[in-house]
């Protein structure tokens, strides 16, 4: 078994691809999320993802960042301007993404994370939203897609497969846990107002989460398309 440091690190330009790739897929897919929220919640998710991305566009049009921890951190203020209950939950799960890269007390460096400190900030975004949104896994959220792509990473880096492989990986987890919680009925955030309305639909904070993945994935192929289809 290969040890995580001995693992290929991600590309150098992670950071910027990771977030175009974000931006681009949500971005993509905002009707088919909103209309998963339409059915299965109150409706203002493809709202709150678009102005997120709207948010992030016109940040980068001022203030093109220096390197991973930049990048992902304007893609944490971007979310943290938005409302509703994604808005602050992907803004904190996004500062402790964040955390995964390096930067030496100088700010001079701010270089990719390597695959095991993406897959432990992950599990830190994670923690950060079951804190503050007090969901299980099995509730119906985004927690739902998130819990077993952070498992799945870190049993492929531990295993030492290569980037793409153990991001490949985290992204099919979370899809076919995303996809899963058409069968659940949600506890928490406005979709547990609904019930049982919401048995049959994806839980769209969950196959926003997925699609994150699917992003990180892209990115450590050096950019490349994420499979949007299943949403809807
Ligand atoms: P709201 O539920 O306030 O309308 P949004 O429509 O912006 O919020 O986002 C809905 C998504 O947020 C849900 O699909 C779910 O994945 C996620 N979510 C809602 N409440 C919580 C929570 N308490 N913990 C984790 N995720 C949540
Ligand atoms: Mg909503």
């Known amino acids: ?8 690190p991600l590309p150098d330009d992670f950071g910027r691809t990771f977030v175009d790739a974000t931006a681009r897929t949500l971005g993509g897919s905002a009707d088919a999320l909103g209309d998963l929220d339409r059915r299965a919640g109150d409706g203002d998710f ?18 093109e960042p220096a390197g ?3 990048w ?3 893609m944490s203020r971007a979310w943290l301007g938005v409302g509703g209950t994604s808005g602050p939950l992907f803004g904190m799960f996004f500062r402790d993404l964040a955390k995964a890269g390096y ?14 400190s993406f897959a432990e900030a992950l599990a830190a975004g994670q923690a950060v939203i079951q804190k503050y949104g007090e969901a299980e896994v099995g509730d119906k959220t985004m927690v739902d897609a998130l819990a077993p792509a952070v498992t799945a ?7 030492g497969q290569d980037p793409v492989a153990a991001l490949t990986a985290a992204e099919q987890a979370a899809v076919t846990a995303a996809q899963e919680t058409a069968g659940t009925t949600a506890r928490r955030g406005r979709a547990s107002y609904v019930g049982e309305a919401a ?3 994806i839980d769209p904070g969950a196959a926003a989460m997925a699609l994150v993945l699917g992003a990180a994935r892209a990115a450590a192929e050096g950019g490349g398309a994420v499979e949007t289809d299943w949403i809807g």
């Open 199 to 201: 048995q049959g639909v």
């Open 103 to 116: 930067q030496d007390t100088e700010g001079q460096q701010d270089t990719a994370p390597t695959p095991a």
């Open 72 to 74: 992902v951190t304007a």
């Open 46 to 63: 493809g709202a709150n993802v678009r102005t997120a991305m709207k948010n992030l566009a016109a940040a980068l049009e001022t203030d």
């Open 1 to 8: 078994m290969t040890s995580p440091e001995e693992t290929s």
């Open 68 to 70: 991973y921890r930049e």
């Open 153 to 159: 990473l870190r049993e492929a880096v531990a295993a």
